[in-house]
């Protein structure tokens, strides 16, 4: 089993509606949730992170944090074409952060 | 802005050559992160510095080394290339928080994409 693993992909929605983007992860002394947006050919930026359980809201997107059920999602509001990227999910322990796989999106207009 | 440069965005060497990926940043930042990034397999740590002259082994640490002389400069080394290191390499830094920064967010450098042939 992957230390952090997410929904496969693709996934592909219409403009205008919510992307949701899962993510579980294995090691219960996890400390801190990221969610990076990594465009075709470009280098993973930072979209948000959480580290207490619940919802964190900034703009269109969400995270949502539930340490119990190992679980962390991002939610996209309005999506738009622009938001159209592979999105990678990061699990921070005690030394280091491990990455998923990523799960691309893809919003149509 | 944080600021993390790549030397090189492409090269090419051959296989049995000494490779010298730099990575330099400009936010006095503490850590920093050497990954390999390939299709199917994700992004993956080789190796990580949380201070000078200090490394640890990441997950996947075989066939390279690294190098941290000064705060603000993180090198990986490919002791002998070969054609299985064919991949993208991604240098990353964050900021030293509180418990180790587990809330410091990484910051990525542009990638350089290497080719042993």
Known sequence: ?109 | DVKVTQSSRYLVKRTGEKVFLECVQDMDHENMFWYRQDPGLGLRLIYFSYDVKMKEKGDIPEGYSVSREKKERFSLILESASTNQTSMYLCASSKTGQERDSNQPQHFGDGTRLSIL
């Open chain 1, 1 to 109: 089993q992957k230390e952090v693993e997410q929904n496969s992909g693709p996934l592909s929605v219409p403009e205008g509606a919510i992307a949701s983007l899962n993510c579980t992860y294995s090691d219960r002394g996890s400390q801190s949730f990221f969610w990076y947006r990594q465009y075709s050919g470009k280098s993973p930026e930072l979209i948000m992170f959480i580290y207490s359980n619940g919802d964190k809201e900034d703009g269109r997107f969400t995270a949502q944090l539930n340490k119990a059920s190992q679980y962390v999602s991002l939610l996209i509001r309005d999506s738009q074409p622009s938001d159209s990227a592979t999105y990678l999910c990061a699990v921070r322990g005690l030394s280091k952060s491990t990455f998923g796989d990523g799960t691309t999106l893809t919003v149509k207009p």
